[in-house]
């Protein structure tokens, strides 16, 4: 089971000792944001539930055309930063949390440019708590996809970068429910529009390759529905 209820706790390393604390996705999301300033998306969400709110846009400003969906019985949110008005091209940040064995969360990032709703460029991040301090570790939960699926340059993600920047030619899309991750070639890949299966081992607490996706891929890409 991916994403346990709020109620369950982690276990978190304070002062030497063990402590439990929820583990809410909102509050995870605010954790990592405070923990890492520079990367991390700015987007601050306020409230919870139905009422909550997006703002915070660096990509278009205080004019941008923000949506939220916000799933937190799941563990998912998904923020589309429409941008200021006819012309922006669209960005999508998608945040999931799996937790594993033990009980320790694991957060996945993954952000998208769009054009005529169909992704031209991604990243994808994972963050573990599991020492008690937030460490990027994408490379060890996520098997390497550039050359094996896409057929393009290994790209070496720094978690310093935001928006824009560092985005390559595979797409992840996190899921609503379930565990498994769906990535995709885009843009100019020499495989363009061809998929794989992530499958999450909770045992191992990482991802492994399940097969080929059968196309076309899910665009227009639009917010997930329970």
């Known amino acids: 089971m991916r994403r346990l209820l709020a109620v369950v706790s982690v276990l978190l390393l304070a002062g030497g000792g063990v402590r439990a604390e929820p583990a809410g996705l909102l509050a995870l999301y605010r954790d990592l944001q405070t923990a890492q300033v520079n ?11 139905q009422s909550a709110m997006v703002s915070g846009s660096i990509l278009y400003g205080d004019r941008a ?32 949390v799996w937790f594993d064995a033990e009980g320790f969360p694991l957060l996945g990032l993954s952000e998208r440019g769009l054009k005529s709703a169909v992704p031209f ?21 996520l098997p390497p996809l550039d050359q094996d699926l896409c057929r393009t340059e290994p790209q070496e993600v720094d978690e310093n970068t935001a928006a824009w920047e560092g985005l390559g030619r595979v797409v992840i899309l996190l899921p609503r429910r379930g565990t498994d991750l769906a990535a995709w070639c885009v843009g100019s890949s020499p495989l363009a ?10 045992t191992q607490g990482r991802f492994r390759k399940a097969g080929a996706l059968n196309g076309p891929p899910p665009w227009p890409d639009a917010p997930a529905r329970l």
């Open 193 to 202: 529009g061809s998929g794989m299966l992530l499958a999450w081992d909770r």
């Open 121 to 141: 460029a991604g990243r994808v991040r994972f963050y573990s708590r599991q020492s008690g301090r937030w460490n990027l570790v994408t490379e060890t939960v």
């Open 39 to 49: 990367g991390f998306p700015p987007y601050e969400i306020s409230g919870s539930g």
């Open 65 to 96: 055309r923000l949506a939220l969906t916000l799933d937190e019985a799941n563990f998912y949110l998904r923020i589309d930063d429409r941008g200021d008005g006819e012309g922006a091209t669209p960005f999508v940040t998608e945040v999931a």
